[in-house]
């Protein structure tokens, strides 16, 4: 089996306690929120339309579409409001040397 390969996104001082943002990583944009449960990677696009997620709002542990409202937990990526129905695609994060890194699979 072979080893994760973590990506170095960002500095961890980039994202406050309660914020999130967005990085682009290869073709993918990923969302990285902090919360009071810590670090959490996520597809930065709705599952329902196409709509930047880092646009929409963080409350809690809950990030909300900006486009229609859908929102998902942020720690897995499941829908936790409609109208979405599919989970985001969630990835491993952690924080090495104060940097923010994320496992992404390849191409
Ligand atoms: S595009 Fe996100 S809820 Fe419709």
Redesign the pocket.
């Given at each position: 089996m072979s080893e994760p390969v973590y990506q170095r996104l960002a500095p961890a001082t980039e994202i406050a306690e309660n914020s999130m943002r967005a990085y682009a990583l290869g073709d993918r944009s990923i969302l990285v929120c902090r919360t009071k449960a810590g670090l959490h990677a996520l597809d930065n696009i709705?599952?329902?339309?196409?709509?930047k997620?880092d646009e929409?709002r963080l409350r809690g542990v809950r990030v909300i579409?900006?486009?229609?409202?859908?929102s998902f937990d942020c720690r897995d990526g499941s829908v936790l409001g409609a109208?979405?129905t599919a989970p985001l695609q969630s990835y491993p994060v952690r924080t090495v040397d104060g940097w923010i890194e994320v496992e992404v699979p390849g191409p």
């Amino acid at each position: 089996m072979s080893e994760p390969v973590y990506q170095r996104l960002a500095p961890a001082t980039e994202i406050a306690e309660n914020s999130m943002r967005a990085y682009a990583l290869g073709d993918r944009s990923i969302l990285v929120c902090r919360t009071k449960a810590g670090l959490h990677a996520l597809d930065n696009i709705c599952s329902h339309g196409y709509a930047k997620l880092d646009e929409g709002r963080l409350r809690g542990v809950r990030v909300i579409c900006p486009l229609h409202g859908a929102s998902f937990d942020c720690r897995d990526g499941s829908v936790l409001g409609a109208p979405a129905t599919a989970p985001l695609q969630s990835y491993p994060v952690r924080t090495v040397d104060g940097w923010i890194e994320v496992e992404v699979p390849g191409p």
